[in-house]
Nanobody
Framework: QVHLVESGGGLVQPGGSLRLSCAAS????????MGWYRQAPGKERELVAG???????KAADSVKGRFTISRDNAKNTMYLQMNSLKPEDTAVYYC???????????WGQGTQVTVSS
């Protein structure tokens, strides 16, 4: 079992920045991939950004150039730096990690991000 704990969400004005963190209970050296997802009210959960075992990253078109995913293997922590936030970025953000040869998915509990003036 792997536990993921997100932090860093909150209320921010449009144009502001936040950094989300996801701390894993298991070493990131054994991941297949990790990612940040978000779910807004009435909408399906969507992938925001992902990072592979080798550090290759990808991001949704809606956040490219504004959000950056990264990880610190020594701290077993993944980050999402969010800049130039927009009201449409408001959602619950979830951390996801896929581990092992069985490709088991683990999820954090979510952290609320609200962008509003």
């Amino acid at each position: 079992q792997v536990h993921l704990v997100e932090s860093g969400g909150g209320l921010v004005q449009p144009g502001g920045s936040l950094r989300l963190s996801c701390a894993a209970s298991k070493s990131l050296f054994s991941i297949n991939a990790m990612g940040w997802y978000r779910q807004a009210p009435g909408k399906e959960r969507e992938l925001v950004a992902g990072i592979s075992r080798w550090g290759t990253t990808k991001a949704a078109d809606s956040v490219k150039g504004r959000f950056t995913i990264s990880r610190d293997n020594a701290k077993n922590t993944m980050y999402l730096q969010m800049n130039s936030l927009k009201p449409e970025d408001t959602a619950v953000y979830y951390c996801n990690a896929n581990y092992g040869s069985d490709s088991v998915d683990y999820w954090g509990q979510g952290t609320q991000v609200t962008v509003s003036s």
